[in-house]
């Protein structure tokens, strides 16, 4: 935590409100407000003050496995650190650029990670070494090798895209809703066609996700009624999920834990059900995929103690049951010294789609 730094102090009505926001981003004020046994007013104040303050931003993920994007990447590595942090900085910023299939790119002093959207492996390879070239030619590489975790939709599981919501209620100790733990079985992809005023709408929804509706229908002149109908029609069909972000900087989290863990060929994902319900429920994680034989999460914790726990739990409920092939990968990263060269930025991506 950047010293002096003075972190934001919630009402309980504002922790309860916050909370709800992430855990149920699709609820309008009023439905929202009738699930928390909060006033209306008081929910449209807080939702209205935390979004000028920056504490909370809405966002539409564009599910763009259904698009023909075939392999999610998680890529993640060392940098060299005596680059100045001013020149490594605008590097990255470069490099993000450069990198049209990613939509997070965030990087610290010594490390940097990436998630991606690939339509086939080929890609995939393509982008691995232009990151190494890019990063060689800049004298950001290391004597330590960058991971790439690959995750092809039809033999993967996304328990996790970014809901918050674990994170908020561990740190406020909130009461969380019991939850089932999701299907493990895989999903079959399938292939969504849309009409040209259903893709504009798309892209309009995904590029500008708070412009209200009659301001995004001039911008791309279609009209308001259009925009609304398209737009139900797109969440659901689950082709755009909607997502309040908090600012978890602002609130006292001062570690993101990326953790990469490798699991042993003979145990199954349903084997490992314990271990998943335990990760769901009762960790402060805010995305997790997970594949037959390795799994890459991202948790947010308060401090290295707590980090410490989670973890040791974690591995305990594994490693019991031998789950576990070899040491997992985690990298800690200071969430004040954190910077988003790419932040839930999907523009580029969403170029790549094909009419």
Known sequence: MAAGKKLKSYTEKEKQTLCGLVKYPDLNDRELAEKLKIKHSTITAIRRRMRSSNDLISIKIPMLQYFGFEILTISYGKLNHNIAIENKNMI?????????????????DDMAFMISLYRNYTEVKKDIAELQRFLSMHDLLTEESWNHALFPFEVSKILNYFDYSPVLCRYFDMKRESEKTPSLDYETMRSVELSAKERAVLHGLVNDPELPNNALAKKIKVSRQAISNIKQRLTDDGVIKSLNIPNINEIGLEILVLSHVFFNPKCMMKDRRKGINYLLQETPQLFTITGSFESVMLHSVANYEEYNFYKNKLLSIYST???????????????????????????SIMSLIKD
């Open 321 to 347: 049951h031998s789950f576990i092939r070899g040491e997992p990968k985690i990298m800690l990263f200071p969430i004040s010294d954190l910077i988003f060269h790419k932040y839930y930025d999907f523009s």
């Open 92 to 108: 990255m910023d470069k490099c993000s650029k450069l990198h049209n299939n990613s939509f997070i790119f965030c990087s610290s």
